[in-house]
């Protein structure tokens, strides 16, 4: 896989991201991209909120905004694949270019704005794979979020949760991308608790009730940290997803890439979300499942989030750069730094930076 993904970068690389990505869609789609998953091993299998994970490497939300390609996606090796965000009804996003590559720094910029096809087609989708892969092991997450303009944003997240709770291993309420004008502000402490109150009881009223994730942003104060804490705690949600992109631009980037609206993923984002995830696992006292998600290119990017706190991780941008052959250098990596670290288990690293 590292092999002919080798041969197919340039070309990919020569194309507009987004003409990419289509391409790399249609690829899955039609299985020219060959499976690529290696052997689970016993030491990376967990059950985190309820739910079995067959490896802790996820693939993060925004990637398969449609729920096009599940199947073909858990063939490459993923424990679990995050599809989204959908919105209610269909919407195009920002205008085109929309997302920019920095390959010197393996970073992204991208401002969406979360083009997709509406829920209808996302939950066709979705059921249609659940009816052609019944006994897949693999966990899938719908990740919900609300119309540009929408103006009551509860009621975007609660009808999504209501048509969608039955078909969801797990929801994730985003409420942290930074191109759909107002989404952050959700994460205040006064627009949260009644937020996420509302979707709860939505939750409680559906046919099934999955684990519910909140996604946040990296660009979190401390204050913040703790107020979130707090609401996400006491309303008793299942766990959170750290981080998303960052506003952040850090001046080694290059001018004209810098310059870009948008959020920042990639490398310039690694150092950033481990330490929201500590910061995060430190206020909940390690008590609420963290996903750790943020410029993870490499086993010891994802073992770093795992000492600061995360039991599981995702990515996405690295894989513009390093390609489909990293999910299974991930996991084979990590089972050797266990090894290295003369631990059994890969529970065993969650957290442990916080105890040394
Ligand atoms: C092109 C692009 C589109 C994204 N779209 C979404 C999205 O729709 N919903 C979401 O929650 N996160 C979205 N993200 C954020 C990723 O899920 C992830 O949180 C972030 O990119 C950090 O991880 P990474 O550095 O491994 O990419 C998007 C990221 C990129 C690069």
Redesign the pocket.
């Known amino acids: 896989m590292d092999f002919l993904f080798k041969i197919g970068k340039p070309f990919l690389h020569a194309l507009d991201?987004?003409d990419a990505?289509a391409l790399t869609i249609k690829g899955l789609k039609t299985g020219l991209i060959p499976p690529c998953a290696g052997q689970t091993d016993p030491r990376l299998k967990q059950t985190i909120a309820g739910l079995d994970f067959e490896n802790p490497v996820g693939l993060?939300?925004?990637?398969d905004?449609n729920a096009d390609v599940i199947q073909p996606l858990f063939n490459l090796g993923f424990g679990f694949v995050?599809v989204?965000?959908v919105t209610p009804k269909p919407q195009s996003g920002n205008p085109r270019p929309r997302?920019f590559r920095d390959p010197s720094n393996e970073a992204?910029?991208?401002r969406?704005g979360?083009p997709?096809g509406g829920l209808d087609i996302f939950k066709r989708n979705v059921e249609r794979f659940r009816q052609s892969h019944p006994d897949t092991k693999g966990i899938v997450g719908l990740?919900i979020?609300m119309n540009k303009d929408q103006g009551k944003p509860e009621k975007d997240y609660k009808h999504l949760v209501n048509e969608l709770a039955g078909l969801a291993d797990y929801l994730?309420v985003?409420i942290?991308?930074p191109n759909t004008p107002g989404l952050r502000n959700l994460q205040s402490k006064e627009n949260l608790v009644p937020l996420l109150q509302e979707i709860l009881n939505e939750r409680a009223r559906a046919n099934k009730q999955p684990p519910l994730f909140v996604?946040l942003a990296p660009d979190l104060e401390e204050k913040q940290i703790a107020e979130i804490s707090e609401s996400v705690s006491e309303a008793g949600i299942d766990g959170l997803?750290l981080?998303?992109?960052t506003l952040e631009r850090p001046d080694h980037l290059p001018e004209t890439f810098r310059s870009e609206t948008g959020?920042l993923?990639?490398?310039p984002?690694?150092r950033k979300?481990t330490e929201i995830i500590r910061a995060f696992y430190q206020q909940t006292d390690g008590k609420l499942p963290i996903i750790g998600?943020?410029?993870?290119?490499s086993a010891y990017d994802a073992y770093e989030k795992i000492k600061a706190g995360a039991s599981l991780v995702?990515?996405?941008?690295?894989?513009?750069f390093h390609g489909p052959g990293l999910i299974k250098n991930i996991n084979t990596g990590l089972a050797d730094l266990l090894e290295q670290d003369g631990l059994d288990h890969i529970s065993k690293a969650v957290g442990t930076d916080h105890s040394s």
Not at 60 to 63: K, L, P, R
Request: hydrophobic content about 35%.
């Open positions: 991201p987004e990505h993060a939300a925004g990637f905004k995050e989204g965000t997302i992204v910029i991208n969406m979360f997709n990740n979020g994730t985003n942290s991308s996604k997803i981080t998303n992109t959020g993923s990639g490398k984002l690694t979300s998600v943020g410029g993870i290119s995702q990515l996405y941008s690295a894989l513009v």
